[in-house]
């Protein structure tokens, strides 16, 4: 559909989804400032060019960041539950029963039409080899790649299409992982442990052997998203391209490894990885949950060639405190990838919901047919072992009438949960990124069985709440989510022992179900906000106390080293200071139209030492 960046930029700039910024501007910080404040607006506000980056190249950002554009960026101006549709009619084709002779006949044009879709070999260069640099032209510093937030460990470029074969299948994979600059022809690699490309990696190490490396940027918008797509291991990301553009990939050989990549591509950065080198320290980086991911160590890329097109455009994002542009891409696949879910693993899941406030893997709410007892326990325990599902720690099974994107609805159905009765706990990997578990990529899952609630309302007490001391031990009591969920928020000191039966025997009045603990700069924070921090904050195995018939849920933030509390803890994502003033003095120059308040002001408080990491 779209030829190249560019064509997509135009199609944007006609719709009326792009505004451009034509003064020079710095890709260190205040792009990213800039860019939080637009991608923040109600709707996720508009694409941004930056024209003037001081390099030769201009900077696109949030080019996906709002349902119309992501819709667009898929090729789905009718809505994405179009494509969710193609994909269950698929399905259904696929796997009809085939009786006779004149029924598999009528595969055949099924099977010719994926043929097409499968991506092509295309002789010569392409577009994306116009320019070349190799051996000691290499240099990063060309490229016009973003330093984001105060505390990362330097530029990182935040949206590479990272392509790696499999050594003994050559099978490829096509996975999205930052590259933190180390130098003019070095980066980092962050292959977390569970993916695709650390997986690639290990079995190079077994090899003896080096790792052909290649990353792209740009071209159709479409690579982007598929190399974000959960798909199954050995399935081809391009095929799904293929698939959404109802058109092959084509594809060329890079200059100096065997690999293959999009012709039309707008960089390419070609290389290796040398398992037998010792991994290098990377970060910190502020992540798309909305706190630092720290210093770890991870493998290095080296690049032995750059190249690009003559009107190549940098594409990238940026990450951290929701919602930012990775919520409409989560929302996409949210949307695609339902129907495969109900298809292959569980056909009783009529909807699913990932809240922007649960940055993916925290939260999901899934609405489901129940036709027996026990039924959400025995999904939440398939969901929570199928594919990126695993990492997901809090769930809430609701009945598949239930308007799930409705907080209203959810909050009337939380009120009437049944504790501990309607509780599951596991135990289970997480997310490398999840910073509230003691023990790395592994911590405790909570299951929520909403779908039995009496249908009788539940009502709080409110009176016998307001007679309760403000405050206690140093901590304020707030009661504003009381009635509609049930729910006493208490702020108190971080690091504080708290003793969980006598918040519990405080607040056994009439209709309370849950006391959750968080920091006291949380008050100015909303609703959804309040959800991100906690959800964020909380180990459901370690956090997550069951008295009597009352659920209390420490989501504090966690002083580290104390005992069973994680190592390290991050701070949250923030400008500092000098970017929020120079990007409130430029304002004007920028031509965005009317004046955008920083985010981090709102979130300043948050932060609890200086530095990516507490200390």
Same mark, same amino acid.
């Given at each position: 559909?779209?030829?190249?960046? /560019? ?8 719709? @009326? ?57 898929? $090729?789905?101006? $009718? @809505? ?40 092509? !070999? ?34 990182? !470029? ?24 180390? $130098?003019?022809?070095?980066? @980092? ?62 594809? !060329? ?144 099974? !609701? ?30 990997? #997480? ?48 009661? /504003? ?35 959750? #603990? ?12 309040? #959800? ?8 459901? $195995? ?25 190592? &390290? ?22 031509? #965005? ?8 002001? &709102? ?13």
């Amino acid at each position: 559909m779209y030829k190249s960046l /560019r064509a997509y930029i135009e199609a944007l700039e006609a719709a @009326g989804e792009l505004q451009r910024v034509s003064v020079r501007v710095d890709p260190e910080k205040e792009i990213a400032e800039i860019t939080d404040r637009v991608a923040k607006l109600p709707g996720g506000g508009k694409a941004l060019l930056f024209e003037n980056t001081g390099t030769g190249f201009p900077v696109l950002t949030n080019m996906m960041g709002s349902d119309r554009r992501i819709a667009m960026a898929l $090729g789905a101006e $009718g @809505g994405l539950e179009s494509i969710a549709a193609r994909i269950g009619s698929l399905l259904k084709e696929l796997t009809a029963p085939r009786v006779g002779i004149a029924d598999k006949w009528k595969m055949l044009p099924l099977l010719g039409e994926m043929g097409r879709w499968m991506p092509r !070999v295309k002789r010569g260069r392409g577009a994306c080899q116009q320019l070349v640099w190799t051996g000691k032209e290499v240099d990063l510093g060309r490229l016009p790649i973003l330093k984001c937030w105060p505390w990362d460990g330097g530029r990182f !470029v935040t949206l590479p299409l990272v392509h790696t074969v499999d050594p003994q299948t050559g099978t490829r994979n096509v996975g999205m992982y930052r590259m933190q600059v180390m $130098g003019p022809a070095r980066t @980092g690699m962050h292959w977390h442990r569970h993916k695709t490309g650390a997986r690639h990696y290990d079995a190079y190490r077994n090899l003896d052997k080096k790792m052909p490396v290649t990353v792209c940027l740009g071209g159709d918008p479409v690579y982007t998203y598929a190399a974000t797509a959960p798909l199954p291991d050995n399935v081809d990301e391009y095929l799904l391209a293929g698939f959404l553009r109802e058109r092959p990939v084509e594809l !060329v050989k890079c200059l100096t490894n065997e690999l293959y990549v999009p012709a039309d591509c707008d960089f390419v950065l070609e290389g290796y990885v040398d398992p037998r080198e010792e991994k290098t320290v990377e970060g910190p980086f502020g992540d798309h949950t909305g706190f630092y991911s720290l210093e770890d160590l991870y493998p290095v890329f080296h690049i032995t060639a750059i190249t690009c097109r003559r009107d190549a455009v940098y594409p990238a994002t940026i990450v951290g405190i929701p919602p930012q542009e990775d919520a409409y891409i989560a929302k996409a696949t949210e949307r695609i990838f339902l129907e495969p879910i109900r298809f292959a693993l569980q056909p009783e899941v009529t909807d699913l919901y990932l809240p922007d406030a649960g940055v993916a893997h925290n939260l999901a709410v899934v609405a489901i047919r129940s036709d027996y007892p026990g039924q959400a326990f025995k999904t939440a325990g398939a969901l929570w072992g199928a594919g990126q599902m695993m990492f997901n720690k809090l769930m809430v099974i !609701v009945p598949e009438k239930t308007r799930i994107h409705d907080l209203h609805a959810l909050a009337k159905l939380l009120r009437g949960v049944r504790i501990p009765d309607d509780l599951m706990r596991a135990r289970g990997p #997480l997310d490398v990124l999840d910073h509230a578990t003691a023990t790395p990529a592994f911590g405790g899952k909570l299951a929520i069985d909403a779908t039995n609630v009496s249908g009788e309302d539940v009502v709080v007490d409110l009176e016998s709440i307001s007679q309760i001391d403000p405050e206690i031990d140093g901590a304020a009591v707030d009661s /504003r989510y009381a009635a509609d969920w049930a729910a006493v928020i208490i702020r108190c000191p971080i690091g504080r022992v708290v003793d969980a039966s006598l918040l519990a025997k405080r607040y056994a009045v009439s209709g309370v179900k849950y006391i959750v #603990l968080t920091d006291p700069a949380t008050e100015l924070l909303s609703p959804e906000e309040l #959800l991100w921090f906690a959800a964020g904050n909380c180990d459901p $195995g370690r956090d997550v106390v069951v008295v009597g018939r009352q659920l209390v849920i420490d989501a504090r933030s966690k002083r580290p080293g104390m005992a069973g509390m994680p190592v &390290r803890w991050p701070n949250v994502v923030v400008s500092d200071l000098p970017s929020i003033q120079l990007v409130d003095t430029r304002w004007n120059e920028y031509g #965005l139209g009317e004046y955008i308040e920083s985010p981090s002001v &709102r979130y300043g408080n948050l932060v609890i030492s200086e530095g990516a990491e507490v200390k």
